[in-house]
Every structure is written in C-alpha cells, then in structure tokens.
C-alpha cells in the first residue's frame, strides 16, 4: 500500500475504531464527560442568574415597577402616588392590563410575644396573582379576601409565634402619623423564598392606606415575560408622565445583579479551564492509546504505510471516537439539564447560602436553564480538546520508524 | 396615656375614682372610672424601680415630673453607672437622653418593643391606648360574698392589641384598682400587674404607690415600682422640652 486515499484512510480509520473497542470507548466516554460538563457548566450558570431574576420578578419585588422618581430614590409612602388615575391612563396607553397597586411601608408587627420591624407590602388581593406568584404559595389558611387581615411569611410567623387565626398588631408612622391595626392572619406562605418565607407581610391595600395615609400606591407592578422586563419598561416608561420612571426587576435587584453579573464573569475563565482539564483528559487518554499500539503502527508502515497517512489514519480514528463521544456527552448532558430544569434537584444544595443570605432573594428552588447554544459550548470544548489531543500522536507516526516501532515494547 | 403615671401605676399606674358605683353597674362605665383615675395629678415624684431576674436584681431611682396629662419626664439618678439617662414622653412620642453620647434620639416605631430599663414593662405598653378603646367589657359575675369585680376586655375588631383578653380586677366597694391580667389568644396569662398600695390623694383621687409586675411565662422575672415623696402640684411648661431632658429642670 504505496499511497491511501482518505477513502481508504477513512474506512482504515473506522475499522480502527471498533476493532479497539474497550480504548474508544475509553476516549468516547472521556469526551462524553467533557461534553456532559460544559453542558451542564452553563447551564447552572444561566439557571443562577434566572433563578434570582425569576425570584425578585416574581416573589420579591415585580418584573417592571412604575413609581415616582422620589420614592425609587427614597422608597417611604410620602413619595408615592396620591392618585393611580394619571398612571393608569399611562399603562392604558402603553397596552399594558397586567398590573397591581402595592403600598410599602416599614412598620412594627407586635404579638403577644414579640415584635419585629418589617417592611409590609400593602396589595389588592384580587390584582396580585396577576404579578406575583405569592398567592399561589400560601400553605396554610388562604390568601387576602378583604381589609383586617395579613398574610405572613411561614417562618416570619414562627419567630412571632403568631398562628391562623390570631390577631397581630402593625404600627408605623407614615403621613397619619402613628398609627396601629390589629389584623388577622389567615394565611401563611411558603414560597420557598427565604426573604418571602422569613420577612414576606402582606395586608390589603385599604389598610395601608389607613395605616400610612396614602391614598394611592406607592408603587405599580407590571407583569412582564421572563428576560422581556427590559422592553416592557422601556415601553411603558415613553408613556408615563413628568416625575414617574419604570424599572425592570434587574434595575432594582441592588448588589445582587452585580454579585450574579461578577458570577458569570468568573464562570468564563472556570469554562476555560474545565475545557483545559477535557483536553488534558482526551490527550493523555490518546497518548496511552498509541503508545499501547506502537508495534502495530511499526506493521502498517513495514507494509507501505506512509508516516503522514499514518498520522492522519490516527486523528480520523481520534476525530470518529471524539464525534462519537460529543454525540453521547450530548444525549447525556441534554437529559440531564432537562432533568433539573424541570425537577428541584439542586434546590437543597442552595440552602446553606439561602440560609446565609436570604435577602438576596435566592429560592429554595434551583432550576438549570435549557439553550441550544450548549451545543456550541461543548463543541468548542471537544474541539480545543481534540486539537490538543490529536496533536502529540500525529506528529509522533511522522518521525516514527518501522523497525524501532517493531521493537517497540 | 404618659410614661410617668403607666410607671407609678406599672400600665394603670393609679387611679381610683371616688364615685360611688351604682347598684347594677355598668361594665364599661366602670371600665371608664378606673381609668378616669388615671388622670393623675400634675406632680413631681420619686419612683423607685426593682427589676428582678433569677439570682439578681437591679435598682433604679428615677426623679418622675408630669403634668397630669400626655407630657413626662423622667431622669435616671441611680444607680451611678445609668445616672443622667432621661425620657421625654409627649403623647404617644418618646424621646431619650443618652449621657455618654450626649445625644437626644427619638425612639423609632421598631424600638418600641425594648425593654424600659430592662424591666418587665416595654415602651409598647408604657405608650398603649387606653383600654377602654380598644376592648368590649363585660362584668365576670363572682359569688355574691367576693369583694371583688372581675371586668373581662375582648378586643374588639382590628384593636391594635395583641391580647386575647385582659381581666381587670376592682375592688367592689372602693372600685380601686387591684390587678390587671394579660392573656395571650390561646387562653394563657403572660402578665399580671398587682397594685398593691394606694394612698388617697385631694378630690377623693388615690395614687398607686406600690406595684407589681409579674412575667407569668418565665419564673423569677418581676419588677417593683414604688412612688415616694411625691408633690402635688403644677410643673412648669419648659420642663417638657428636649432642653430639659438634656439639662434637667427645677421649679
């Protein structure tokens, strides 16, 4: 055999691979892992910053919210809204119908035990599920009806020692000056939230308003899709008038968009390294497999075999393995991320940091993002992986000799 | 309600009205007696503050001016470590003197629910409505020999009170005050406030010179007041302002 065509190198090749079984199953799977971990690599790190988003959107705060310039700025029930007309008319115009008054204000809880600050959100029960998913979450008892009743965070209500039923007492001093009600729980909520489950007050709108002396809202929020707050606030905000903004929920999140902004920087430099690591892992993989076949590289060229159709015979067999590999990393990583972005499996390992750092808003449920571009990702992996991997063992069969092969042991 | 007579009183602080009760009372118009009594007179007084906790107690004597009304003041003397520390009370506003910061602060809505003086008495209760507004009062029949009158105060709808129920205790000739018991919403007593002497004052009005405070949940946990060399009479404007709270007033 004086000179091969890629044909015959490609059917060599490919008989190469599934006569050495158990060594290209060995690389496969190594490919496979490295596909498998990027897959999931990123999709971790895009569940993060969605699992934050969607909890602020949708349990902390509002996917868009629409409020004086004032109260953004200094977030106290005299910088509200006195009246919800002019605003209304705004988000008519705007094509906006999904949207709920809120009226928050910092008071003081007191039960017969204790009493503790909080910030106390003041809604229209029948207009909050359209924005937030609180409602949906309470546990025990039921939702708000009507004024004279709060709805408390689960573990709020623990530290109070306040139970279904009973009554609680908020105070605060806003512009009626002080002022106190004692309201009945009927409901506690169970968001798993932690800053909804152990700071989450929830009263109807006509007692805020007695109790801060505010007509109004302090605040409007808007139901937006998730990733689409942007727009909806851009849109809205053309429409309101003087003195009135928008924000979407990242606009509001504080430090938090700064810590999970900072977490994807970092995450880069760590898909790097975690494709460094794959490429280490394909090459010394490889280079074991053609040290192991030295002497049958040493017959192929006593039997006519050029050295750079033997190097290349060996980056097809590598390239056939690596495909086979990245095909199964891809089945594998795909149904593993789809797993846990649809089931909470990873929630539980967040909670020592929901413990720790509950006003950051993370959920007690982690869900892993679902995007083809991890197709991308882990093809890049494999790739600069296989490069690495294919380049030792080619230009070893160039300067390899027939007869220092045959001897090879 | 003012900080000086809740004190003097621990809550009610003092009080009895003169007037006789009628055959049938009614219960609210005895509710409405009692605490009428606590219209005190405009006076300056020396409390004396015992807090108890097992295995130690601490004292403070406290110089106490009112004006009989919504205004107070009130001065640490001892012990010599908290001496100088001073409340202003106007109203349902407090605001306190600290000595070592040399500093008024206004306490905030959140710090209401700390302990005045480490006693068993919070700033919550020494500002609290009077309890005539916030509860609907029945009469607890007793047996015909008891000389006692047991009022029963429910809260009523949305009062701003965490209680379950409230037992005021009068005597049932002299409806002096005796004993005020607080229930938590499941039928448990959580505080019991015993007035223990009273001596009777011009206009047939009583001042409570001796009063007990009990934390029925955790044992050993009590407070003592009592009122000595108290003086009757008008106290001057300017000692209900933050100068005098920093400086302190004579008349």
């Given at each position: 055999?004086?000179k091969a065509?890629?044909?015959?190198?490609s059917?060599?090749?490919?008989?190469?691979v599934?006569r050495?079984r158990?060594r290209?199953l060995?690389?496969?799977?190594?490919?496979?892992?490295?596909a498998?971990?990027?897959?999931?690599?990123?999709?971790?790190?895009?569940?993060y910053?969605?699992s934050?988003?969607?909890?602020?959107?949708?349990?902390?705060?509002?996917?868009?919210?629409?409020?004086?310039?004032?109260?953004?700025?200094?977030?106290?029930?005299?910088?509200g809204?006195?009246?919800?007309?002019?605003?209304n008319?705004?988000l008519?115009?705007?094509?906006v119908?999904g949207?709920?008054?809120?009226?928050?204000?910092?008071?003081?809880?007191t039960?017969?035990?204790?009493?503790?600050?909080?910030?106390?959100?003041?809604?229209?029960?029948?207009?909050?599920p359209?924005?937030?998913r609180?409602?949906?979450?309470?546990?025990?008892?039921?939702?708000?009806?009507?004024?004279?009743?709060?709805?408390?965070?689960?573990?709020?209500?623990?530290?109070?020692?306040?139970?279904?039923?009973e009554?609680?007492?908020?105070?605060?001093a806003?512009l009626?000056?002080p002022?106190?009600?004692?309201?009945q729980v009927v409901?506690?909520?169970?968001?798993?939230?932690?800053?909804?489950?152990?700071s989450g007050?929830?009263?109807h709108?006509?007692?805020?308003?007695?109790?801060?002396g505010?007509n109004?809202?302090?605040h409007?929020?808007?139901?937006?899709?998730l990733?689409?707050?942007d727009?909806?606030?851009r849109?809205?905000?053309?429409?309101?008038?003087?003195?009135?903004?928008?924000?979407?929920?990242?606009?509001l999140?504080?430090?938090i968009?700064?810590?999970?902004?900072a977490?994807?920087k970092?995450?880069?430099?760590?898909g790097l390294l975690?494709?460094?690591?794959?490429?280490?892992?394909?090459?010394?993989?490889?280079?074991?497999?053609?040290l192991?076949?030295?002497r049958?590289?040493g017959?192929?060229?006593?039997?006519?075999?050029?050295?750079p159709?033997l190097?290349w015979?060996?980056?097809?067999e590598?390239?056939?393995a690596?495909?086979?590999?990245?095909?199964?990393?891809?089945?594998?990583?795909?149904?593993?991320?789809?797993?846990t972005?649809?089931?909470?499996?990873?929630g539980?390992?967040?909670?020592?940091?929901?413990e720790?750092?509950?006003?950051a808003?993370?959920?007690?449920e982690?869900?892993?993002?679902?995007s083809?571009?991890?197709?991308?990702?882990?093809?890049?992996?494999?790739?600069?992986?296989a490069?690495?991997a294919?380049?030792?063992?080619?230009?070893?069969?160039?300067?390899?000799q027939?007869?220092?092969?045959?001897?090879?042991? | 309600?003012?900080?000086?007579?809740?004190?003097?009183?621990i809550?009610l602080?003092l009080?009895?009205g003169?007037t006789?009760a009628?055959?049938?009372?009614?219960?609210?118009?005895l509710?409405?007696?009692?605490?009428?009594?606590l219209?005190?007179?405009?006076?300056?007084a020396?409390?004396?503050?015992?807090?108890?906790?097992?295995g130690?107690?601490?004292?403070?004597?406290?110089?106490?001016?009112t004006?009989?009304?919504?205004?107070?003041?009130?001065?640490?003397?001892?012990?010599?470590?908290?001496?100088?520390?001073?409340f202003?009370?106007?109203?349902?506003?407090?605001?306190?003197?600290?000595?070592?910061?040399?500093r008024?602060?206004?306490?905030?809505?959140?710090?209401?629910?700390?302990?005045?003086?480490?006693?068993?008495?919070?700033y919550?209760?020494?500002?609290?409505?009077?309890?005539?507004e916030?509860y609907?009062v029945?009469?607890?029949?007793?047996?015909?020999?008891?000389?006692?009158?047991?009022?029963?105060?429910?809260?009523?709808?949305?009062?701003?009170?965490?209680w379950?129920?409230v037992?005021?205790?009068?005597?049932?000739?002299?409806?002096l005050?005796?004993?005020?018991?607080?229930y938590?919403?499941?039928?448990?007593?959580?505080?019991d406030v015993?007035?223990?002497?009273?001596?009777?004052?011009?206009g047939?009005r009583?001042l409570?010179?001796d009063?007990?405070?009990?934390?029925?949940?955790?044992?050993?946990?009590r407070?003592?007041?009592?009122?000595?060399d108290w003086r009757v009479?008008?106290v001057?404007?300017h000692?209900?302002t933050?100068?005098?709270l920093?400086?302190?007033c004579r008349?």
């Amino acid at each position: 055999m004086k000179k091969a065509g890629w044909t015959l190198l490609s059917r060599l090749a490919w008989r190469n691979v599934w006569r050495h079984r158990q060594r290209t199953l060995l690389l496969a799977a190594v490919v496979a892992y490295a596909a498998v971990a990027t897959i999931f690599y990123w999709s971790m790190a895009d569940g993060y910053k969605l699992s934050v988003l969607e909890a602020h959107a949708r349990y902390v705060l509002a996917p868009v919210t629409v409020a004086t310039v004032d109260w953004f700025a200094d977030p106290d029930p005299e910088n509200g809204l006195d009246s919800l007309r002019a605003v209304n008319s705004a988000l008519a115009i705007a094509g906006v119908d999904g949207y709920a008054p809120r009226l928050q204000f910092a008071g003081l809880l007191t039960s017969p035990y204790v009493s503790e600050g909080a910030f106390l959100l003041g809604v229209e029960p029948n207009a909050e599920p359209v924005v937030s998913r609180v409602p949906g979450k309470v546990s025990k008892g039921r939702w708000l009806a009507g004024p004279g009743e709060i709805v408390l965070g689960y573990r709020l209500a623990e530290r109070l020692d306040v139970r279904l039923g009973e009554r609680l007492v908020v105070s605060t001093a806003a512009l009626a000056g002080p002022q106190s009600l004692g309201l009945q729980v009927v409901g506690l909520v169970h968001a798993g939230v932690s800053s909804v489950d152990a700071s989450g007050v929830y009263l109807h709108l006509a007692d805020a308003r007695q109790l801060t002396g505010l007509n109004g809202a302090t605040h409007l929020a808007l139901d937006a899709p998730l990733g689409h707050e942007d727009a909806v606030a851009r849109r809205v905000k053309q429409k309101l008038p003087a003195g009135l903004t928008a924000h979407p929920v990242w606009d509001l999140v504080g430090p938090i968009k700064t810590d999970v902004e900072a977490a994807k920087k970092f995450s880069l430099p760590i898909g790097l390294l975690l494709a460094l690591f794959a490429a280490l892992a394909v090459t010394s993989t490889l280079i074991v497999s053609v040290l192991e076949r030295t002497r049958e590289f040493g017959v192929i060229l006593a039997l006519g075999m050029d050295n750079p159709q033997l190097g290349w015979m060996i980056v097809l067999e590598g390239v056939l393995a690596t495909g086979v590999g990245w095909l199964l990393g891809l089945l594998l990583g795909y149904s593993l991320i789809y797993y846990t972005s649809t089931h909470n499996v990873l929630g539980p390992l967040f909670q020592v940091s929901a413990e720790v750092w509950s006003e950051a808003g993370l959920t007690e449920e982690f869900y892993t993002h679902l995007s083809p571009i991890y197709v991308i990702y882990s093809l890049i992996t494999v790739v600069v992986a296989a490069l690495a991997a294919f380049l030792f063992p080619a230009l070893r069969a160039r300067r390899l000799q027939p007869s220092e092969a045959l001897r090879w042991n | 309600m003012e900080l000086s007579k809740i004190i003097g009183a621990i809550l009610l602080a003092l009080i009895l009205g003169t007037t006789a009760a009628a055959q049938n009372p009614n219960p609210a118009e005895l509710l409405h007696q009692a605490v009428d009594q606590l219209r005190g007179p405009a006076m300056a007084a020396t409390y004396t503050l015992l807090v108890e906790r097992p295995g130690r107690s601490k004292k403070y004597v406290l110089n106490v001016l009112t004006d009989g009304g919504e205004k107070s003041l009130i001065r640490v003397v001892e012990p010599k470590r908290d001496a100088g520390q001073a409340f202003l009370t106007i109203g349902s506003d407090i605001w306190i003197y600290n000595p070592r910061l040399g500093r008024v602060m206004r306490l905030p809505p959140s710090g209401k629910n700390d302990r005045f003086l480490g006693s068993d008495v919070s700033y919550a209760d020494l500002s609290g409505r009077d309890l005539e507004e916030d509860y609907e009062v029945a009469l607890r029949q007793e047996s015909d020999k008891s000389n006692i009158l047991v009022l029963v105060l429910t809260p009523k709808p949305r009062a701003p009170t965490p209680w379950g129920r409230v037992e005021v205790v009068l005597g049932s000739k002299d409806k002096l005050l005796r004993k005020i018991v607080y229930y938590d919403q499941r039928g448990k007593a959580l505080k019991d406030v015993e007035l223990r002497k009273a001596v009777a004052l011009d206009g047939g009005r009583y001042l409570i010179t001796d009063s007990l405070v009990r934390d029925l949940v955790r044992k050993g946990y009590r407070t003592t007041f009592t009122i000595s060399d108290w003086r009757v009479g008008p106290v001057p404007e300017h000692c209900f302002t933050q100068t005098a709270l920093e400086r302190g007033c004579r008349f």
